[in-house]
């Protein structure tokens, strides 16, 4: 079954970290770019990190040096390791994985930071 699975998501003080995984099956990991998202109530989904098939990463202005993305093609999962989280990080995070015209969101996992 082609799908990705996400989980790590949860309820953290600000200051705290989280390690999100997105895990792929059915497909060829190791060759698909991977994206994180995030949609706040009543706000727009937006990009957060991307990182390569090549392992290249690029991050939105307001998680850069907080937020890290890792991939483990062994493992065909994805990471979003993320420190220092405030309360407006609080969102339903995505996974996506894309290659060509093949492009698959996992299910989102909820973070919240309390202030």
């Known amino acids: 079954q082609v799908q990705l699975v996400e989980s790590g998501g949860g309820l953290v003080q600000a200051g705290g970290s989280l390690r999100l995984s997105c895990e792929a099956t059915?497909?060829?990991?190791?060759?698909?770019?991977v994206s994180w998202y995030r949609q706040a109530p009543g706000k727009q989904r937006e990009l957060v990190a991307f990182?390569?098939?090549?392992?290249?990463?690029q991050y939105a202005e307001s998680v850069r040096g907080r937020f890290t993305a890792t991939r483990d093609n062994r493992k065909d999962t994805g990471y979003l390791e993320m420190i220092s989280l405030k309360p407006e990080d609080t969102a339903v995070y995505y996974c996506?994985?894309?290659?060509?015209?093949?492009?698959?969101w996992g299910q989102g996992t909820q973070v919240t930071v309390s202030s």
């Open positions: 996506n994985a894309n290659y060509s015209t093949s492009n698959l």
């Open positions: 059915g497909i060829i990991f190791r060759i698909y770019d």
């Open positions: 990182i390569s098939d090549g392992g290249a990463t």
